[in-house]
């Protein structure tokens, strides 16, 4: 903007003010300064996949449940669960989710017949993955 519609402008705003109105009545529209919207952006849901390297094993023999845990920072575990009746009961086995977002974690399951194991890191909780054990 050149000087002397600078000088022109403070003018017509003192003028507008000293006799009682508003400056903004007279701004130029390029003159007013509109902020951008600001979007707010929810953090995605944490969720965890689960896959068994095994459906069907013998008594205590080892596999792997492994998966991928998104919006789970790494370093944070994953632990077991079966159910035990109607209940969800946590296993001793655990995992840390890596850098990279995945886990792997090392399981013996006991209790002979078709059980239902998830993984679960907080409130988190992957779907159910069935192994057989005979």
């Not at 903004?24 to 707010?40: G, I, R, S």
């Not at 896959?51 to 920072?73: D, H, N, P, Y």
């Amino acid at each position: 903007m050149n000087r002397a519609l600078r000088y022109a402008a403070v003018g017509m705003a003192t003028a507008a003010l000293l006799a009682g109105g508003s400056a903004a009545a007279f701004a130029a529209p390029q003159q007013v300064h509109t902020p951008a919207p600001v979007v707010a952006t929810a953090p995605a849901a944490a969720s965890l996949t689960a896959k068994a390297s095994a459906t069907t094993v013998k008594a205590w023999q080892e596999f792997r449940i492994s998966g991928a845990a998104k919006g789970i920072k790494a370093g944070t575990k994953v632990t077991v669960q079966q159910k035990q009746g109607k209940k969800w009961v946590s296993l001793p086995a655990q995992a840390p989710v890596n850098t990279g977002g995945s886990y792997s974690v090392r399981v013996k399951l006991g209790i002979k017949g078709v059980n239902e194991l998830r993984i679960a890191a907080g409130s988190t909780l992957s779907p159910v993955v069935k192994v057989t054990v005979r």
